[in-house]
């Protein structure tokens, strides 16, 4: 159990924070608000470049994340600012209306949230709220066009302010909490290229218009992961509760739903690719469609390339579970037989 436990930390790189002091718990009100004066990140959209997300946060967004099936979710995080740096210390769910491709947070999570950041004043949790964090059950960790218009809205009369969001399904196939935290640029900011957002996603056919349309008007932030001596005792208790349902599923029939979807996606991508492909060969065409082409197959051949190693990893781990559980269980059952009991010897003559 312990093992496993420690898996989910390496694989998800939680570190412990000092155990005597948690010194990222520590909030000092009077800094805060001079930083809160000062504000920084007003002139330098680019201001804030880390997040840091303590493990009991994380666990609560993702299950609450997970709870929501195919349907988003939201919720509100807590935590300080250091720097260039927003430390989120705990997460709570909102009661809002989702739907299978927006969240709406209406005048109830508005009054919710009020209601709750002062009982916690109350009670002496002093963090404020840092940002909101939701859900996109498949799709991946970005932000679409509605999006972007809640974490402006948010950056314009609560800032410092932060958008985090999780796919709980591949979370699920990867093994590891599929996870981006981004923060949006002014309107009349022109960011160069190098600031935009990088790197490759698999995007579902349906979704890829409104992830790259709006890509240039918000930034990622790097996200680590931390736990305090606290944290640690409450993931334990956690574990020893939950263990036995972790290890038993498998992701396979877990995501079953989410890893036909992908290869039903791959398939139209694939048959949009031959099309273009097809109606190329009967054209003339510019360098410029051919190498827009080359672009589209290497992304069908990338989103291939991770639904099999998502399966290959499905498989690999019930072929583990499935040896160490009968494994054990066969020993079980030769200590226990009589025969196991009694030492077989030479039959002595008389």
């Known amino acids: 159990m312990e093992t496993a436990f420690k898996t989910w930390e390496l694989d998800n790189n939680v570190q412990l924070v000092d ?3 948690d010194a990222l718990y520590s909030y000092d009100a009077a800094e805060q608000k001079a930083i809160g004066d000062a504000r920084p990140w007003r002139t330098d959209p680019n201001h804030f470049k880390n997040v840091r997300i303590s493990a009991v ?42 739907t299978e491709t927006r ?14 950041l ?11 709220a840092v ?7 498949g799709y991946g960790c970005w932000l679409s066009g509605i999006d972007v218009a809640t974490q402006s809205t948010q950056q ?31 309107g009349d900011y022109k960011p160069t290229e190098s600031n935009s957002i990088e790197g490759y996603q698999t995007i579902p056919l349906a979704k890829a218009d409104d992830f790259g349309k709006h890509a240039s008007r918000y930034y990622s932030l790097e996200v680590s992961h931390f736990k305090s001596s606290l944290d640690s005792h409450l993931l334990e ?3 020893n509760k939950y263990w036995v349902q972790t290890i038993s599923q498998s992701p396979l029939f877990t995501n079953r739903e989410y890893s036909s979807k992908q290869i039903l996606d791959l398939s139209s991508k694939v048959r949009e690719a031959a099309t273009g492909i097809a109606r190329a060969g009967r054209t003339p065409t510019h360098a410029s469609a051919i190498k827009s082409m080359d672009q589209q197959l290497e992304k069908v051949l990338r989103d291939s390339y991770k639904i ?33 009991a009694v030492p077989i010897t030479e039959p002595v003559e008389s």
């Open 118 to 128: 002062q009982a916690c004043r109350e009670q002496g949790k002093l963090e404020n």
């Open 57 to 98: 946060a994380l666990l609560k967004m993702v299950m609450h994340a997970r709870s929501g099936g195919s349907i988003e979710v939201m919720g509100l995080m807590q935590g300080k600012i250091a720097g260039d740096t927003i430390i989120v210390t705990d997460a709570f769910r909102l009661p809002v209306e989702g």
């Open 308 to 340: 099999a190693g998502e399966e290959k990893t499905g498989l690999l781990a019930g072929e583990v579970k499935a040896k160490l559980f009968n494994g054990l269980g066969e020993a079980s059952k030769e200590e226990s037989s009589p025969a196991a």
């Open 19 to 21: 155990p005597q002091r």
């Open 156 to 186: 314009s009369f609560s800032d410092p302010f932060l958008a985090v969001v999780i796919d709980p399904d591949r979370t699920i196939s990867a093994g590891k909490v599929e996870i981006g935290a981004f923060r949006t640029y002014p």
């Open 131 to 137: 940002g909101w964090y939701h859900s996109h059950p």
């Open 237 to 239: 208790l956690l574990w």
């Open 103 to 116: 969240v709406n947070a209406q005048d109830e999570a508005n009054e919710y949230m009020v209601t709750y």
